[in-house]
């Protein structure tokens, strides 16, 4: 049996998701402007900042609602709703937007959704790969070091850091369209352990 309260925080959580869909690629200019430079003028890098701070605050509000809303269906929605909270600090986002796509693996296990839980872990996987490799640029004399790839190219450090920070953030792109995805497509009557007995269902904006 399906509750309205399931059906509200699937659809809370996947507005919130179109919501960081829209804000992600504004973060990923501001943060790989600080690894590879771009000429952008200090009034356009302020709107930029403002919109992606916008956005994700929306994005966030609704993602915590809903996975506060799963919570007597789905265990450690905790992790979700730590994650909400840790992505609006600057030195832990990266842990926080783990945590969010490790809550939205634990969704599609709960409800047999194998697209969720593709797009729950390529929401995670790219930040634990950008945490590997400030902690090997750190490693291996700091970010103006630099490296030749067969003696054709040389990068710094500080280059390639900007580089998988643009594919990070582009699969995490991706990891959340998927998860949008799969959201849409769930049916909380696949549920693989039973409901609740006496679910809140309070409405949720």
Do not use: C, D
Not at 23 to 45: H, M, R
């Amino acid at each position: 049996m399906a509750y309205p309260q399931e059906f509200e925080a699937f659809r809370l959580l996947r507005n919130g998701i179109v919501f960081a869909i829209l804000a992600y690629p504004l973060a990923g200019i501001s943060i790989i402007n600080i690894f590879v430079p771009f000429q952008f003028s200090i009034f356009y890098g302020i709107i930029i900042t403002v919109l992606g701070a916008i956005l994700s605050i929306l994005a966030l509000i609704r993602m915590y609602r809903g996975f506060s809303l799963l919570q007597p269906y789905v265990n450690n929605m905790n992790l979700g709703k730590i994650g909400v909270i840790l992505a609006v600090i600057p030195i832990l986002n990266f842990v926080g937007t783990i945590l969010i796509g490790v809550s939205l693996y634990l969704i599609g296990e709960k409800y047999n959704n194998g697209t969720l839980k593709i797009g729950g872990i390529m929401a995670a996987i790219p930040f634990v790969l950008i945490m590997s490799e400030g902690l090997i640029i750190s490693s291996m004399g700091g970010p103006v070091s630099t490296l030749s790839f067969f003696g054709l190219i040389t990068l710094s450090y500080l280059e390639i850091g900007g580089i998988m920070a643009e594919i990070a953030f582009s699969l995490t792109l991706i990891g959340l369209i998927i998860s949008y995805l799969g959201l849409g497509s769930i049916n909380p009557s696949l549920s693989q352990t039973p409901q609740p007995q006496n679910p809140t269902s309070k409405p949720h904006v």
